[in-house]
């Protein structure tokens, strides 16, 4: 199994970037994906999530400027990323989970970094 993250950056605040998860070894249309976020110092957090046709799941500190989906066809999850903010400043990192709860499965991080 492997998740390749790409797609992060630096932008200036208000920008936009699009991160992308590919995955091979998984069906990610089958299973719960999701995007983290850590920072130096602090716990990794959930920012995204999706599985199924279900409701997506955001963060509140997110919602309404991060859109989480997928192409089943290239199995691959994005993370469309706009009005983007300085404390959005992060490792960004997908992730797959089989059970809904237990994130088993671990891409390698991009950096965004949000300047003011």
């Known amino acids: 199994v492997q998740l390749q993250a790409s797609g992060g950056g630096l932008v200036q605040a208000g920008g936009s970037l699009r991160l992308s998860c590919a995955a091979s070894?998984?069906?990610?249309?089958?299973?719960?994906m999701g995007w983290f976020r850590q920072v130096p110092g602090a716990e990794r957090e959930l920012v995204a999530a999706?599985?199924?046709?279900?409701?997506?799941y955001y963060q509140d500190s997110v919602k309404g400027r991060f859109t989480i989906s997928r192409d089943n066809a290239k199995n691959t999850v994005y993370l469309q990323m706009i009005s983007l903010k300085p404390e959005d400043t992060a490792v960004y990192y997908c992730?797959?989970?089989?059970?809904?709860?237990?994130?088993?499965?671990w891409g390698q991080g991009t950096l965004v970094t949000v300047s003011s």
């Open positions: 992730a797959a989970s089989r059970t809904g709860s237990d994130w088993s499965y």
């Open positions: 999706i599985i199924w046709n279900f409701s997506p």
């Open positions: 070894g998984l069906t990610v249309s089958s299973l719960r």
